[in-house]
């Protein structure tokens, strides 16, 4: 039997896909807004760090994927750290 990891890694990629392109676009909009006040907002530090730790997240979630296609159990350490970059945004 195989494993659904590969496929659940893969999952996980879309879903940050989601998440990053929704703080990008809430990003894009702080700053508009700022451009449009002639001030910059203070949210818009607050997305730029959300952009950068989706990014992150990202990239390990790449690399479980791949690592999980070759059932190795490093695949769940590089998934905690994608988890631990998106609960860091949220950390105060």
């Known amino acids: 039997m195989r494993s659904l990891r590969p496929i659940c890694e893969v999952l996980f990629y879309f879903l940050l896909l989601a998440y990053g392109a929704g703080v990008r676009a ?35 979630a790449i690399n479980a994927a791949v690592v999980a296609t070759t059932f190795d159990s490093a695949a769940d350490g590089e998934t905690e750290s994608a988890l631990k970059f998106l609960r860091q945004r949220f950390l105060i």
Do not use: C, I, N
């Open 26 to 60: 809430y990003m894009q909009r702080s700053l508009s807004e700022g451009v449009k006040a002639q001030r910059p907002r203070e949210s818009t530090p607050g997305w730029a760090e959300a952009d950068k730790f989706a990014m992150l997240a990202r990239s390990h």
